[in-house]
Structures are given as C-alpha cells and as structure tokens.
C-alpha cells in the first residue's frame, strides 16, 4: 500500500494469475485522503498490452475509487514468468467539484508548476488458481449429490434416482451398524456365560480336591488308630 499525501493506492504490485489466451484483470483502490477533489491519471509502458478503465477520472474527497487493469490475452508464455511492466499513477488536486471532464494533461505538469504525486507499480505473474480435485460419479463422502435441473424445469431421471440412493445409502448403512452391534452384543453374552461355566468348573474342581485331601487324612487318621489299639492289646497282654 503506497501513502501519499493525496491518495492512498492499494495494490502496489498489480498480479496477474497467467493463462494463456486469456484476458486477465486485477483491480486498484485509489482512496483519497484530503478534503479536495483530487484528479489521476495512470500510464503504463505498454498500452497496447494493458487496457486501464477508467485511466483518468476524480476521487472526490474523503472517498475510494476503483480503476481495473486488464492484460489482454496472450499468445506466449513469458520467460521465467517474469513482467517487466510498469505502471505510473500520477495524481493532483483538482477544483472543487471537477469530473473526468475537466481533467487535462497540463494537471499533471509538473514543469507548470503543479503540485503532482506520482506513484510507481510494478506487475507480476502468478500461477493461476488450481482447478478443484476431479469428483466422482455420485455422492463424495459426507456430502449429497445435486441434481441438475433440464431447460423445461424437471429433473433428469437418471439423476434423481442417484439422489435416491444417496438418501437410501446411509440407512442401509445404519442397518448394517445395528446388526453388526447385535453380533457383538451376543458374543459378549457368549463370552461371559462360557467364563461362568469355566469358574464353576473351577470352584467343583477345588471342592473336589479338598474332598480327597480331608478323606486321605481321615483314612491315615483311622489307621493309626487301629496301630494304637493293636499296640495297646498288645502291652496289655504283657503285663
């Protein structure tokens, strides 16, 4: 943004996104900074390249104008997409309520004795703007299909059946989840009644074995009561 005393010019670099074969354009806001009208004028190195509307007019105090700057169509792609271009604005106060009429090229005369501003903008090459991703047939994902609207306002048959399916999709969809809920919900029941059943093996197994451990020891138990009672007869007999 270039700040003069009497206009503030936005761009200072004019870009042009270059295609080839193609008018190109790009915009300048001139805005005026005083309580005067203020006149301009924009000249370019090469005007048979550029076409510059409105390329003289008034800012009227305190307020903005446009000028728009198109670059015709080109046939060759320029080096290095390098611009060597330049553009000129020359601006100076005019008298109170002057138009793009009485603008003359003495205004700009700084030979004359005019106050002039002048202001200097370059132009540059800018790769175009890239084309969005290809689309496939039908819906993208979380996204409907539109469908196109013929000349006499009905829509194309074709067409409305895919939006059909687009609405039908997402409910088979939802289908498909549930059952697969379903599935899961049943073998989680299935997984606890198996881990049931194997603690219930488990607790037999343990009573089981503290059966056998308190039936050998009564066994050893009466067996050595049987010793004690055959040793006893036995002293007894002796004395």
Do not use: H, W
């Not at 300048?28 to 005067?36: A, I, P, R, V």
């Not at 198109?70 to 997409?81: F, I, L």
């Not at 607790?203 to 009672?229: A, D, H, K, P, Q």
């Amino acid at each position: 943004m270039s700040t003069g005393e009497l206009l503030t010019i936005e761009p200072q670099e004019l870009q042009f996104p270059f295609e080839l074969r193609k008018q190109i354009s790009c915009s300048l806001q001139l805005s005026n900074k005083t309580d005067d009208y203020v006149a301009f004028k924009v000249k370019t190195t090469n005007p048979k390249k550029y076409c510059v509307r409105p390329n003289t007019g008034v800012v009227m105090p305190r307020s903005t104008c446009d000028v728009i700057v198109t670059m015709q169509a080109q046939r060759e792609t320029p080096q290095d997409m390098q611009c060597k271009d330049k553009f000129l604005l020359q601006s100076a106060i005019a008298s109170p309520g002057a138009t793009a009429k009485d603008i003359t090229s003495d205004m700009f005369n700084k030979e004359a004795g005019n106050r002039v501003e002048e202001c200097k903008l370059r132009v540059a090459y800018v790769p175009p703007p890239q084309p969005p991703s290809p689309v496939r047939e039908g819906s993208e994902e979380g996204s409907s299909p539109r469908a196109s609207v013929s000349d006499n306002g009905n829509i194309n048959a074709s067409e409305f059946t895919a939006v059909s399916r687009a609405y039908v999709e997402p409910q088979d969809n939802s289908s498909e989840a549930r059952a697969l809920i379903s599935k899961l919900t049943e073998e989680k029941k299935s997984a606890i009644q198996q881990n049931n059943k194997l603690q219930q093996e488990l607790e037999f197994l343990r009573r089981e074995s503290n059966r056998s451990r308190n039936g050998g020891l009564s066994f050893i138990y009466f067996i050595l009561v049987g010793l004690l009672g055959l040793l006893m007869g036995y002293l007894m007999k002796m004395t």
